[in-house]
């Protein structure tokens, strides 16, 4: 949209501000971000979500001795705690593609679906 000067006007999008943050990277996941599991977003109505929010702890990296001899690094997992329904501190751990950040989770089963189905190959 032109402003009546030939400059367009940019609204920031909810897209922008995710690449802005590092969730649309492929490596998204760091210490300290809210996240819920895949399978607490299906069927769940959403008033409930935060019910099932869970906090990064770490990124758990492992390294292997590779036949040429070269050590690799590797995600293992992804550490994350919660309170569980009896306030109980719990702790986990999960794979990378097992989660979804709680801001794109509470926008929508729309938004989660698009998030699992993002390009990965940057």
Known sequence: ????FGIFNFEKTKDMERRQDGLNDRYWIRAGIEVVHRNHIVDLNMDRLSFFKMVVDRVVKK???MKDGERRVYIDGVRCHWLDSE???QVGQFHTGE???FEIANEGIESVNRWLERDLSI
């Open 99 to 101: 989660l979804v950040p």
């Open 87 to 89: 306030m109980h501190y």
């Open 1 to 4: 949209m032109e402003n009546g």
């Open 63 to 65: 390294s292997r001795e």
